[in-house]
Every structure is written in C-alpha cells, then in structure tokens.
C-alpha cells in the first residue's frame, strides 16, 4: 500500500472494496466480465476489490453506469481522492480547491498541475522502494488533482517556471514533447498564465530556495505550500507569506511575458523530436 495511508483511508477503501464486491456479485458478473464492460482489466477490478488499488474517479463512475448505482460509487471515491498523498500534504487540497488564485514557482521540473501523465509517471518513477502499483496509484491522484482547473469555477493558475525545466530530459523525448505541448495548450487557457524565466538571465533568487505556491482566497489570509528535501510544508505566518509574496514578485519581474514565454514554450517543444 502507499506510503502514508492511515486507518481512515483504509477504512474508505475497504468500504469501496464491499461494495462492488457485493453489486458485482449481485448482477452476476465475474471480475473479467466486469473490467470488459467498464472498459477495464478484470486484474484492475481485482487489484480494487482487494484493496491493492486506490480506485480512480472515472473507474467509480463507469461503475455506477454500468451497475446502474448512480452516484454510489462516485459519492465513495471522494474520500479516497487524497489517499496516494502524504498525510501532510493533504490540507493543501483542499486550499487549492478552495483558492481564487495559484502562484507559483517551480525550478526544476513541471508543476504537478500542469504535468501529463506520462511525465508524472516518469518523475514519480524515481523514487526508491515504490511498487509499479504505489506508482499508479500516485500518476492517477496527480492527475485528478488537476481537475480543479476545470471545475465551474476554477481558480486562476499563474506559474512561473526556469526555462531548465522544458529543456531537462525527463522520460525521453516523446514524453518531453507531449509535456511542452501541454503546457503550451494550457498556457492558452483564460484561466491560466505561464511565464518561463529564460535560461540567459543567468543565476536568480529561485534557485536557491526551490519550489513554492501561493494560495489566495476571497475571504481568508493566504496560504503558501513550499518544498522541502524531506516533506512539503504549509506556511499561514504572515512574514513568511509576505517574504514568498516578495520572491515571487521578484520573478516574475525577471521572467518573459506572457506571449513571449508562450512562445519560447512552443519553440523548446519543436526540439522535442522523437
């Protein structure tokens, strides 16, 4: 099982796991002849009945469709979407769905916001004593983490990135290029800003304290998520808010604007070829 999985988790998960045990049963279907009409593996639908696999939220909606439970399934995976991630990480979801506004700074690599699936898979495949299943587990959390940019009302995202991270190899040169592609097709959005800091401005105030973003609200203080070698940490102290505010400021000051970065976006993803 993941890292970091409490009692709660396993408890939401073995609840999942029942019941379609039982409505699978109940129509009569084998987990093969499920996971075929789910548009599945039936070794999918088993490694979720026993609890090996933390459901994704558009296998718990095939499900209600095709076990003609509406909303039951669905309405379950909600408690698990925070299952694949550090427990400290976890108050930071919901921040990000409940924020007007994310800046943010990465040095390194994509911001997991805007990361495809196949570059999530790539740089979470290089951690230690993770399993192929704790991977996908992660791939698929990281990836329904981003629906926040298309809910009804989604927050405005404004990233600013190193130009280090469209041009660091990271899964081969076909996942690069479908990588800088999305971000160049996301960068398009109304509700989403990317500006790239460009490799000649030589050394800046970001790569010395690493990744962070801030979370701004309507009615509440901000909040700001920042990385560290060890674990992430969420920081509400206002002279340290105030000090993130200051550093980000700075960088934008230093990066492209918006339609020059969007085309160096493009530009870095024609070198990208396979």
Request: glycine residues 8%; negative net charge; aromatic residues 6%.
């Amino acid at each position: 099982m993941a890292a970091g999985r409490n009692n709660g988790d396993r408890s939401a998960l073995a609840m999942f796991a029942a019941e379609l045990r039982a409505a699978r049963t109940k129509s009569g279907l084998t987990r093969d002849e499920l996971g075929a009409r789910l548009n599945y593996s039936g070794s999918l639908v088993s490694l979720v009945e026993t609890m090996a696999r933390v459901p994704t939220l558009e296998f718990a909606r095939r499900l209600d469709e095709v076990l003609g439970t509406p909303g039951t399934f669905e309405r379950m995976q909600e408690h698990l979407r925070a299952a694949p991630f550090p427990a400290w990480f976890r108050d930071w979801l919901g921040a990000e769905r409940e924020a007007m506004s994310l800046r943010s700074f990465e040095p390194l690599v994509v911001p997991g916001l805007l990361q495809t699936e196949d570059y999530a898979r790539a740089v979470l495949r290089t951690r230690v004593k993770v399993t192929d299943g704790e991977i996908d587990e992660m791939v698929s959390a990281r990836i329904e983490r981003q629906s926040i940019l298309a809910q009804d009302k989604p927050p405005m995202l404004w990233s600013i990135v190193d130009e280090g991270v469209l041009r660091r190899p990271v899964g081969g040169h076909g996942t690069m290029r479908g990588q800088v592609l999305h971000l160049a097709e996301m960068a398009n959005r109304p509700n989403v800003v990317v500006q790239v800091i460009p490799a000649g401005v030589g050394a800046h105030e970001g790569l010395r304290g690493g990744a962070f973003m801030i979370a701004d609200f309507g009615d509440a203080p901000s909040a700001a998520y920042q990385d560290t070698a060890a674990r992430g940490q969420i920081i509400e102290y206002s002279d340290d808010l105030i000090s993130l505010t200051v550093l980000w400021e700075t960088l934008k000051a230093e990066a492209l604007p918006r339609s020059a970065s969007l085309e160096l976006i493009q530009e870095v993803a024609r070198t990208w070829t396979d």
